[in-house]
């Protein structure tokens, strides 16, 4: 069964450093990947998306996402992190039935 | 454009009593409509979906039912709440065959 892993429950970062956000999935084939970003009491916007190609994939908010097959993984980064990214960040993995599976969440916290 | 909209933002309901979150879809048709619950640190629980109007598939056993009486409307129900029902209910949708979900502003239930 797909599954996805991130195993930063917190990060702090202050504002004005980079950014790297960790995302570890199980699939067999080549998966559909998501980044999500919540603001506190908000639904989920989209981020960026991976479904094939080029392997480094640009998104919203200046974000981008690198997918490596051989490690599983498709980290979320930002060059320079401003204090309005604090938020919670949620990978996903696509599934079977157009489902999504969704990691636990990796809350940032940005320090000014 | 397309835009989901979700009713109430925030409910306070005792246990025992009756629930109806509402989610509406425009700017779009036959959408796969999504509910979801979540906790905190739990990540995203996927609770239904349904792919057409009547058409409802559970993904786990609950206290919680859900209906689609019209193309972009899904409702999510119960007949008596119970201290467990208490998250954040979000509903999303998708088009045809793609994974990509694009998620309401959610509704806080807190069940006393």
């Known amino acids: 069964a797909q599954s996805v892993t991130q195993p930063d429950i917190h990060i702090t970062v202050s504002e004005g450093a980079s950014l790297e956000l960790r995302c570890n999935y199980s699939y067999g084939a080549t998966p559909y990947l998501f980044w999500y970003v919540q603001s506190p009491g908000q639904g989920l916007q989209l981020l960026l998306k991976?479904?094939?190609?080029?392997?480094l994939v640009q998104g919203i908010k200046g974000f981008e996402a690198e997918f490596k097959r051989s490690q599983s993984s498709f980290n979320l980064r930002k060059p320079s992190v401003h204090w309005s990214d604090a938020a919670e960040y949620f990978c996903?993995?696509?599934?079977?039935?157009?489902?999504?599976?969704f990691g636990t969440g990796t809350q940032l916290k940005v320090e000014l | 454009s397309q835009t989901i909209h979700q009713w109430p933002a925030t409910l306070v309901q005792p246990v025992g009593s009756p629930l109806s979150l509402e989610c509406t879809v425009e700017g779009t048709s036959n959408p796969n409509l999504y509910w979801y619950r979540q906790a905190a640190g739990r990540g995203l629980q996927l609770l239904f979906y349904?792919?057409?109007?009547?058409?409802i598939s559970s993904e786990v056993p609950q206290n919680l039912s859900a209906s689609r009486p019209q193309d972009r409307q899904f409702i999510l129900s119960s007949k008596k709440l119970l201290l467990s029902d208490s998250g954040f209910y979000l509903c999303a949708w998708s088009s045809g065959q793609s994974y990509e979900q694009y998620f309401g502003p959610g509704t806080r239930l807190t069940v006393t």
């Open positions: 349904s792919v057409g109007i009547g058409q």
């Open positions: 996903a993995v696509g599934r079977g039935g157009n489902k999504l599976t």
């Open positions: 991976y479904f094939s190609g080029d392997t």
